[in-house]
């Protein structure tokens, strides 16, 4: 049995959400299916973080990924053809795949469809050709989440028994070892924490909903004068407004946005922190507060897209537009101990539902359903005939 898994956007530089979950996947499920050969096929030369099982190998394929994605807009010839080598291919993001084998497609989320203004136009008219080529395509839909599987039946008409949904899982070993003194000092200084702080983590961009969460803070800032904010992540759409918020609000000395913070520092600073806050007005699953909980740090959320599907009831959340909600929730885990031990514990119940070889034991589970189907189709063919 050989399976192609379509793996384009493996990158080890700074990888994304998308990233982590295409190296877990190029990790774990050639494990829990040891008889299947497996194949990563990328346009890019990048190798993943882990060293790969003995029945994965890579493959180069194609040209410039850009170059195939407007070749394939236009309706002319793309390389991105995966041929009668395998039995089943696996696109772990939607992509222009050519091939006549059975299809199975992750979707992540939904955001050009959502946010169509916070995109370029060619990377909207990208998206929506590659999940159009998915939504008819595919023998099988895998949603990250409830929430973007419900939205491709109500937004599109898709079948409910054509998607599985498979949560995905969380870096347990990126949690062993919590800073040290030495460490919790550096950090300190490096990202202007002060004593007490409040993390977010993530891109600093609209969708995020970050001029709310200053606002909030604004609100609760007398009542907590030790507490600092903490805006970590790179610049995207919108990160200007932010900056203007904070400047506009006089928080300039309480409110710090320190840029991209490498992966290490990131987890350092999510066990430091006094609260984790995620205010997202949508997210196709949201990682940053299952790895918050995993270092015991109490969660504050609102309700945007699959974030109440992933917390659970282990944090506060409000309504992505209600500032006062908010603000009343981070006020009242900084104020109150017994509110930020109860999140603290209902977080360290909630992160163990979420394993990577639980994601991978089910995305096996859909290709062995995809291939009996297709086996139960040809055999009716024969009989036909």
Same mark, same amino acid.
């Given at each position: ?28 499920? !050639? ?12 346009? +890019? ?15 180069? $394929? ?8 407007? #070749?394939? &807009?236009?309706? &002319? ?11 089943? $291919? ?10 006549? =084998? !059975? ?22 008219? %990208? ?12 023998? @099988? ?35 062993? *070892? ?17 004593? =007490?702080? %409040? ?24 009542? %907590? !004068? ?7 992540? *790179? ?27 490498? +992966? ?38 609102? +309700? ?6 992933? $917390? ?24 109150? *101990?017994?509110?930020?031990?109860? #999140? ?5 119940? @909630? ?14 589970? $859909? ?11 040809? +055999?009716?063919?024969?009989? =036909?005939?």
């Amino acid at each position: 049995m050989h399976i192609s898994l379509f793996a384009d956007r493996l990158d080890r530089r700074k990888p994304t959400g998308i990233g982590i979950y295409i190296n877990r996947v190029l990790e774990h499920v !050639p494990i829990v299916a040891p008889d299947i050969d497996f194949a990563a096929l990328a346009t +890019r030369t990048a190798t993943p973080d882990v060293a790969p099982a003995s029945n994965l190998h890579y493959q180069h $394929v194609g040209g410039p990924r850009r170059l195939n994605e407007l #070749l394939w &807009l236009a309706n &002319l010839p793309s390389p991105f053809w995966i041929g009668q080598q395998t039995d089943l $291919v696996h696109a772990l993001v939607p992509m222009p795949l050519h091939t006549h =084998r !059975p299809l199975v497609v992750t979707i992540h989320d939904l955001s050009p469809i959502h946010f169509p203004d916070h995109y370029k136009p060619t990377a909207r008219l %990208v998206f929506r050709a590659a999940l159009r080529h998915a939504l008819q395509r595919a023998s @099988r839909l895998i949603s990250i989440s409830q929430h973007t599987a419900d939205d491709l039946v109500r937004l599109f008409g898709i079948e409910r028994e054509r998607i599985a949904v498979v949560h995905h899982g969380i870096d347990r070993n990126d949690h062993d *070892s919590p800073p040290d003194t030495a460490q919790q000092t550096a950090l300190r200084h490096t990202y202007q924490t002060g004593e =007490r702080f %409040v993390l977010f983590v993530g891109t600093i961009t609209h969708r995020k909903n970050l001029v709310p969460l200053v606002q909030a803070f604004k609100q609760i800032a007398a009542a %907590v !004068p030790d507490v600092k904010l903490i805006l970590a992540g *790179s610049d995207g759409f919108g990160a200007d407004i932010v900056r203007d918020t904070v400047r506009a609000l006089g928080l300039g000395q309480r409110v710090y946005l320190p840029g991209y913070v490498p +992966r290490d520092d990131m987890l350092a600073l999510m066990a430091l922190a006094d609260v984790f806050v995620f205010p997202s007005a949508y997210e196709g699953f949201g990682w940053p507060p299952l790895e918050a909980m995993l270092h015991g740090t109490p969660v504050v959320a609102t +309700r945007g897209g699959a974030i109440p599907e992933v $917390v659970g009831d282990a944090a506060l959340l409000s309504q992505p537009d209600d500032i006062d909600g908010l603000a009343a929730n981070l006020h009242s885990v900084l104020t109150d *101990s017994n509110a930020a031990a109860t #999140l603290r514990q209902r977080g360290t119940a @909630r992160v163990q539902q979420f394993s990577w070889q639980k994601m991978a034991r089910e995305t096996v589970a $859909v290709y062995d359903q995809v291939l009996r189907q297709t086996q139960d189709v040809t +055999r009716q063919r024969l009989v =036909r005939r």
